[in-house]
Structures are given as structure tokens and as C-alpha cells.
């Protein structure tokens, strides 16, 4: 499985950025989708994710601003990010396990990283 994601970029605080993850390959063993975020210095944080049934999960970090979706198909994830701040800054990361539940030591298949910058 391949995962290329897209939609990054640089944004002023308070506005919105919508991300994709495009899947290729074997997606048919993907149950469950994600998306990670890193800044250096920290450890790579689970901001939504996703299952096969479209329950999507939230940290209460992001709860409220983030809205995690994806095709039917699996082919492709879509993470909505509304009233962006600084704190926001960050590599986003799709991520893919074949796994029921997706955390840093299940993913199976990790995208290459898009850079989210907002400005105060």
C-alpha cells in the first residue's frame, strides 16, 4: 500500500485547510486510516482516525476543528481542519493499519508527510 498525501501549505490562524491521502495498491487489507501529526522535539501525536464502519475518533485536543472522512472505497482519506492555530503547525502524516484499532505501533503503512505552517 502506497499513501501520498496532499493539501498542506501556509495558512493564517483562524482560517481552514483541507487534507488528502490518496491509497494505492492493496487497499482491501486497510481497516482502519489516520492522521498523524510531528513537530520536532516531539513525539508523533494521532489527531483522527477512522474505521472500515465510519466511526472516526478525535483527541480532545483537536475535537471540534477536525472532521475525518473518507471514500467508500478506502482509496481515500480526507481530514477537514477548521479555526487553525499556531499550535497546529506541523508534518501531517497519513498512516493505514490493517489492524481494528490504529496506534503508533500498528500502522502498517505510513504517506511521505505534508507541511502544515500557521502564522499568527
Known amino acids: 500500500v502506497q499513501l501520498m498525501e496532499s493539501g498542506g501549505g501556509l495558512v493564517q490562524a483562524g482560517g481552514s485547510l483541507r487534507l488528502s491521502c490518496t491509497a494505492s495498491?492493496?487497499?482491501?487489507?486497510?481497516?482502519?486510516m489516520g492522521w498523524y501529526r510531528h513537530t520536532p522535539g516531539k513525539e508523533r501525536e494521532l489527531v483522527a482516525a477512522?474505521?472500515?464502519?465510519?466511526?472516526?475518533y478525535y483527541p480532545d485536543s483537536v475535537k471540534g476543528r477536525f472532521t475525518i472522512s473518507r471514500d467508500a472505497n478506502k482509496s481515500s482519506l480526507y481530514l477537514q481542519i477548521n479555526s487553525l492555530k499556531p499550535g497546529d503547525t506541523a508534518t501531517y502524516y497519513c498512516?493505514?493499519?490493517?489492524?481494528?484499532?490504529?496506534?503508533?505501533?500498528?500502522?502498517?503503512?505510513w504517506g511521505q508527510g505534508t507541511q502544515v505552517t500557521v502564522s499568527s
Open positions: 477512522i474505521s472500515s464502519n465510519g466511526n472516526a
Open positions: 495498491g492493496n487497499i482491501d487489507s486497510i481497516k482502519t
Open positions: 498512516a493505514a493499519s490493517s489492524r481494528l484499532i490504529i496506534i503508533l505501533t500498528t500502522v502498517d503503512y
